[in-house]
């Protein structure tokens, strides 16, 4: 069984920080990109941070580019978000994706609410 299991989330201070884990289990083939995605309410889902689970190689959006870091954890298939100096925009819920095998299937977390409020 296919589980992607977002922890982290919570209610944090405009400049405050907080940490976003995520680990995949239950995937047979070679996950290759893992990533964070987040929904604000009122706007479609879009794309945070991804990496590269083989050479953890980075990629992130502009608008939070050297505020946050996307990491690989010691334990498999796992990831980490570090999110430093949150605006109230960063309000959304965030979700972890997965992409693995030739098919390049993609699998998803249920998602953690982060609230950026004071």
């Known amino acids: 069984q296919v589980q992607v299991v977002e922890s982290g989330g919570g209610l944090v201070q405009p400049g405050g920080s907080l940490r976003l884990s995520c680990a995949a289990s239950?995937?047979?083939?070679?996950?290759?990109?893992m990533a964070w995605y987040r929904r604000v309410p009122g706007k479609r889902r879009e794309m945070v941070a991804n990496i590269d689970m083989e050479d953890g190689n980075p990629n992130y959006a502009e608008f939070v580019k050297s505020r946050f870091i996307i990491s690989k954890e010691n334990a498999r298939n796992s990831i980490s978000l570090q999110m430093d100096n949150l605006k109230s925009e960063g309000t959304a819920v965030y979700y972890c994706?997965?992409?693995?095998?030739?098919?390049?299937?993609?699998?998803w977390g249920q998602g953690t609410q982060v609230t950026v409020s004071s």
């Open positions: 239950g995937i047979m083939e070679p996950i290759y990109v």
């Open positions: 994706n997965t992409v693995s095998g030739a098919s390049l299937r993609m699998d």
